[in-house]
């Protein structure tokens, strides 16, 4: 069983940065692609960023510049920093990561961009 938990998130400024962090309980972390989404009020969750095994990364073109994904195998845990978070950008974060084939997802952590 594949266990997630996000950490990180809380109510923010516009313009300020915040790191997401994702933990994954699951053996051999380093060889499976991960990834974050993001999911509005009234919107379909969509791709923020995501890593290759080799941490080789994708990101959505909104955030282009932004925000950077990073993973640490040593520590089965996956990072999303983000700079210059906009209103806009308030929604649920999730981590996903995509075990033989099987999306495993966390329950989220809300980040909140406002004055």
């Known amino acids: 069983q594949v266990q997630i938990v996000e950490s990180g998130g809380g109510l923010v400024r516009p313009g300020v940065s915040l790191r997401l962090s994702c933990a994954a309980s699951?053996?051999?972390?380093?060889?499976?692609?991960v990834g974050w989404y993001r999911q509005a009020p009234g919107k379909q969750r969509e791709l923020v960023a995501a890593?290759?095994?080799?941490?080789?990364?994708n990101y959505a073109d909104s955030v282009k510049g932004r925000v950077t994904i990073s993973r640490d195998n040593a520590k089965n845990t996956v990072y999303l920093q983000m700079n210059t978070l906009k209103p806009a950008e308030t929604a649920v974060y999730y981590c996903?990561?995509?075990?033989?084939?099987?999306?495993?997802w966390g329950k989220g952590t809300q980040v909140t961009v406002s004055s």
């Open positions: 996903n990561i995509r075990v033989v084939g099987i999306d495993y």
């Open positions: 890593a290759t095994s080799g941490g080789t990364p």
């Open positions: 699951v053996n051999m972390f380093s060889i499976y692609a």
